[in-house]
């Protein structure tokens, strides 16, 4: 078979002397591919003995040869059909059939394949008409094998079969899926790494760089340093290859031609100066190179990266360089945190240590160490923390709850390294790990020395502000209030906790116009002080007057922070300019009252005169003598009204003389009784020492029956008339008007009803003339009253409450014997020095009962109300030994305290006091008869006498 192939095409001659035959390309081509190998080109193959210099080489011998070579060949038909096998491919398949004419895809890959394989060279070679190569497949004995076809064509090049080579491709196939998967594996690192990864050629930069006439890394940095320009220029010479995807989302590209530009465009100006050092130690010839730099991305962001060069290969062109690039910003960030932490803590005017669990100071800052007075810190540093503190209990506790994992505040006692002490105040903290595990302490320090005395004057201050007689109020520069002091809730009954926040127009009422505020706030606004009056309203409702001082409070540099109100509550002033408008016009009206009846009482002298001629001319003319009767008995009456109006007027003439005014009640007692009727009982209560006043005794009967008919009037349904006298001392200012503060001895005589009382609107009239509350009244009553009093030198005052009955209370002054009496009795008292609870809710009367008790030697303890009386008490109940009671006091009765007080303590003795008779009160229940009592206003003498009475009892 192989002998009818030779002789067809051209023949070649191969460097070991075989003859070859060529099928398709030129001889010189092909001689120049095989280089000598017949096995390795399958278009080429001997038709000749080849020429030895001895012995012979017959055409057998050749097949011998091609039978026994290692790589298997096939000479096949176009028909696909086999015609030859040499031995190698035999045995590589031995199911091979050639009598049967076997085609060759069925020897290749098993009898049950009916069509030829994918990607044949045969097929291939056939369309082509030249030499084809292809891998098909794994084939019977598990080897994939690369398959040559090659056509052999007859003189007029018809192809008339083909030489089929079959070399194993398996190792081969394999290095190449393992070159594949390496590449792959490399793409994927490549390109999923999250650390951004630059791949640049330097090939450029290296041929600039030949140019410089440097060796070292120092040459290079003076060479760059010199010629900023060459930098730029080399900076421009490194090409971009290809970046990874971490890199288009660190620098905000959309793809990765945005940054093959240029490397420059991602380079921060003031990092021009590392990018300078990375290219000197580069062109010295290091291959591995680590920086930190400013970049900018491609929107314009900055950030700060860590970058790490690698440069392989050096000595092979082209060269390639490696930069790896992360991210710092966030990291730098943080570093530049812990530096600010760091220098805040070193620099913090606060004392700051840490020290570790065994009590081992391990830092301590420049503040610390001034604090202590230490110069360095190798004087403190690895010393115990307990060193720098006086022991004491406040310490172990700080100790305690450090070792219970909570944190701790408090003052401590701190000594410096001169042994000197100061207050300190402390707070330590536990530093733990993320596992909850105590790793040191670190505590925190100031020295409050100077704070607490400032302190203590801001107490004071504070306090000042708070016990101010004036009203404070501070508002923002919202008007929004922040602070009142006591006086401002006293007299609004606004509490701090329910005006802060709001605003003074809270306490806004219709009496002050809106263009005064508006004046108000346009001249503290711009920084000036506003004086003014207001007429505001309290929160029950109740209308007070004030002058306030308004201005602006300013900080260092000018600005206006708040504002400050200072007034002064009027109201009781405005009462007593009332009072004196009153007066006045009480005056007035008695000048006129006496000018009416000084005429009046003329008219009735000549009717009078008329009546006494008309007696002696009537005979005994009775029916005449009964009209001119009662024509006398009118005069009569109209001379009673004109005595009221003089009475009133203090105009009419008046006897006085000393008078007891114990007898006046005595004598006047069956008098009065019949007056008042049986449905009310009549009560007397005289003092012991028989007050002598020196007054007219007509007007003084003519004042208790006004008073009784009065009371008799208020008590329609029957009740208690009760009058008593005393002896009491008064202040000359409030009775005379004198300034000069001292103590007047004045009789009381006190008129008391159980009756249908006044309110205040009432009280402030019922003196006037012509004033009634009565349908038949005349309003001369009461007016005629004040003018008795008034004229011999006396004062009047009324208490009286709706539905609490009224007491009125009438003072004259006492002639110096019984002056004398009294100032012998007040030497003969003597002093104490008991403990005694005073609760009185009148804040002036409580004031100057105090400085009485004090000065008499005794400890007051002071109670404003009945519930302040039994906190007081319980708070001192073993060092009081007696208590005294107004018997009408807010929050709870005086009765009520007592009861409540001998609960705690039964043999506690007590002394009550009250505007109202003892009388009265026993009346309504407010007393027991046997209760140790007296009257306001009671004089020094008189309190102190009682005092030791109901001590010494």
Known sequence: MLKSLIGLNNIITNKAGFSLMAEMADKEDIAKRLAGDVTSYAGVRPVMQPSFSSGSFSTDSFETVLDNTAVAIAVISPQMELLWLNGSASVRFPLANLAEKQKCYGLFFGTDRNGVCDNCPVIASIRSGNIESSETGVCLDGLVYKKTASPIKDESGKIRYFVLTMEDATPLKAARESIIKAEKLYNDIFQKTPVSIWEEDISGLKALLKTIPAESVEDYRRYFKENPMFVLDAAQRIKVIDVNDETLQMYDAKSKDELKESLTKVFAPESYGQFQEELARIAAGETHVEMEAVNITLTGRRIDVFIRIFVPFKDIEP?????????????????????????????SINGIVIYDLEGMLTYVNKAFLQMWGYGSTEEVIGCKFSRFWRPCKTLDEMYTALSEGAQWEGELSALRKDGSEFDCRVSVNVVKDDDNSTLSYMGSFIDVTNKKVYEKQLQKLSQTVEQSPSMVVITDTAARIEYVNGKFTEVTGYSMEEIAGKTPRLLKSDFTTREEYDKLWRVITSGKEWRGEFQNKKKNGELYSEFATIFSIKDPYGNITNYLKVSEDLTEKKKLEAQLLQSQKMESIGLLAGGVAHDFNNILTAISSYVYLLKKTAGGDEAFLKFVEGIESSANRASNLTNSLLAFSRKQSIKPRAVSINELVINMKQLLSRLIGEQI??????????????????????????????????MPDGGVLSVSTNIVEINETYMTGNDNGGMLAYAMVSVSDTGIGMDRDTQSKIFEPFFTTKPNGTGLGLSTVYGI?????????????????????VYFPVVKSALEEEEKAVISIKRGSETILLAEDDTEVRVISRSVLEGAGYKVIEAVDGKDVL???????DELQLVILDVLMPETSGKIALEEIRKLKPDMKALFISGYTHDILREKGAIED???????????????????EELDR
């Not at 007397?684 to 009371?711: G, R, Y």
């Not at 906190?871 to 109940?877: G, L």
């Not at 306001?936 to 006498?945: F, I």
């Open 319 to 347: 060269e390639r360089m490696l930069l790896t690039i992360v991210d710092i910003t966030e990291k730098k960030k943080a570093a530049r945190s812990l530096m600010v932490r760091e220098k805040a803590i070193e620099s």
């Open 681 to 714: 009982r009549f009560n007397i209560a005289l003092s012991k020492k028989d007050p002598i006043i020196k007054a007219d005794l007509n007007q003084l009967e003519q004042m208790l029956v006004n008073f009784t008919i009065n009371a008799r009037d208020a």
């Open 789 to 809: 009093v008034r004229q011999n030198h006396g004062n009047v005052s009324v208490y009286s409450e709706p539905g609490s009955g009224t007491t009125f209370k």
């Open 871 to 877: 906190m007081k008490f319980t708070d001192h109940k």
């Open 930 to 948: 046997n209760t140790n009592f007296i009257t306001k206003p009671y004089s020094p003498t008189q309190l102190l006498g009682k005092i030791r």
